[in-house]
């Protein structure tokens, strides 16, 4: 078991650099199509909302519309994703190394093996079954009232493949990425120690955190206690995330993020 969790993707820089453009292109069509398949979860939660009597949501009557300006947003916003990832946080050597080894045409196993991928998925559902269970707890000795329903298991379904393949882009590919690569710079060193990369791991959680406060908000009371749960709990997902992005790379951090979100919101009813 132990050995499972240790070990890690071969970096191969000069691979990475010689396919990044390829790598570039498929991350980013990878992003966009994520954000537009958060479309249906989106225009459910605002459509809930309005039942609920809240005026000021704005939902627009075509779901093309949306279609549109999600199209337009998310090519921008994963143009610099994408090059703060694989260009100016190069000096990192994270990234998408396994899409560069897709590209190469060389033999994947000879990078990282299925066993790696396999724990990788593991750790991401034994995480969920114990956030599941603390929510179980809470739900005992302090209870949360519910703002608003929440959408269906098929809406969740949907957004676990979004959130796995946009905010991986967006927390480890881009934002982790460059903090690490920020505090090399300042200290001077052309490899991260350990510590610089928990680092960037555990400041891109707390950012992973404060984003899903609004999503929150739609579903409970935002108090210090609710605002506390949404923190810790994305914390503790978000570092194993940055944890898996690390050491097995930007692939497989969004298959263990995607696993994660279906076993805690499919699977699990944590806010029931």
């Given at each position: 078991?132990?050995?499972?969790?240790a070990?890690?993707?071969?970096?191969?820089?000069e691979?990475?650099?010689?396919?990044?453009?390829?790598?570039?292109?498929?991350?980013?069509?990878?992003f966009i199509?994520?954000?537009?398949?958060?479309?249906?979860?989106?225009?459910?939660?605002?459509?809930?909302?309005?039942?609920?009597?809240?005026?000021?949501?704005n939902?627009?009557?075509?779901?093309?519309?949306?279609?549109?300006?999600?199209?337009?947003?998310?090519?921008?916003?994963?143009i610099?994703?994408?090059?703060?990832?694989?260009?100016?946080?190069?000096?990192?050597?994270?990234?998408?190394?396994?899409?560069?080894?897709?590209?190469?045409?060389?033999?994947?196993?000879?990078?990282?093996?299925?066993?790696?991928?396999?724990?990788?998925?593991l750790?991401?559902?034994i995480?969920?079954?114990?956030?599941?269970?603390?929510?179980?707890?809470?739900?005992?000795?302090?209870?949360?009232?519910?703002?608003?329903?929440?959408?269906?298991?098929?809406?969740?379904?949907?957004v676990?493949?979004?959130?796995?393949?946009?905010?991986?882009?967006?927390?480890?590919?881009?934002?982790?990425?460059?903090?690490?690569?920020?505090?090399?710079?300042?200290?001077?060193?052309?490899?991260?120690?350990?510590?610089?990369?928990?680092?960037?791991?555990?400041?891109?959680?707390?950012?992973?955190?404060?984003?899903?406060?609004?999503?929150?908000?739609?579903?409970?009371?935002?108090?210090?206690?609710?605002?506390?749960?949404?923190?810790i709990?994305?914390?503790?997902?978000?570092?194993?995330?940055?944890?898996?992005?690390?050491?097995?790379g930007?692939?497989?951090?969004?298959?263990?993020?995607?696993?994660?979100?279906?076993?805690?919101h499919?699977?699990?009813?944590?806010?029931?």
């Amino acid at each position: 078991m132990k050995n499972l969790f240790a070990s890690s993707i071969i970096q191969n820089k000069e691979e990475k650099e010689k396919y990044r453009w390829q790598v570039a292109i498929t991350v980013l069509v990878l992003f966009i199509f994520g954000s537009l398949i958060n479309i249906p979860f989106s225009r459910e939660v605002k459509r809930l909302n309005i039942e609920a009597g809240q005026t000021d949501i704005n939902l627009s009557a075509s779901i093309f519309d949306d279609l549109t300006t999600i199209a337009i947003s998310s090519l921008i916003l994963g143009i610099i994703l994408v090059f703060i990832g694989l260009w100016v946080s190069s000096r990192a050597n994270l990234g998408a190394p396994l899409l560069a080894r897709f590209f190469s045409k060389k033999l994947t196993n000879k990078l990282i093996s299925w066993k790696a991928i396999l724990s990788s998925i593991l750790l991401a559902t034994i995480v969920a079954l114990f956030l599941l269970g603390l929510f179980e707890l809470q739900k005992e000795f302090y209870p949360v009232l519910n703002k608003l329903s929440r959408p269906s298991k098929s809406f969740y379904a949907l957004v676990s493949f979004s959130a796995g393949i946009s905010e991986e882009i967006m927390f480890r590919l881009g934002l982790m990425s460059l903090i690490i690569t920020i505090i090399q710079l300042l200290k001077k060193m052309e490899n991260p120690s350990n510590k610089i990369v928990w680092t960037g791991i555990l400041i891109s959680a707390l950012f992973f955190g404060l984003i899903h406060l609004p999503l929150s908000k739609n579903f409970v009371e935002l108090t210090p206690f609710t605002i506390g749960v949404t923190m810790i709990g994305n914390l503790i997902t978000g570092a194993t995330f940055g944890w898996i992005f690390w050491k097995r790379g930007l692939l497989v951090a969004i298959i263990a993020h995607t696993t994660f979100d279906l076993v805690f919101h499919v699977i699990g009813t944590p806010y029931t």
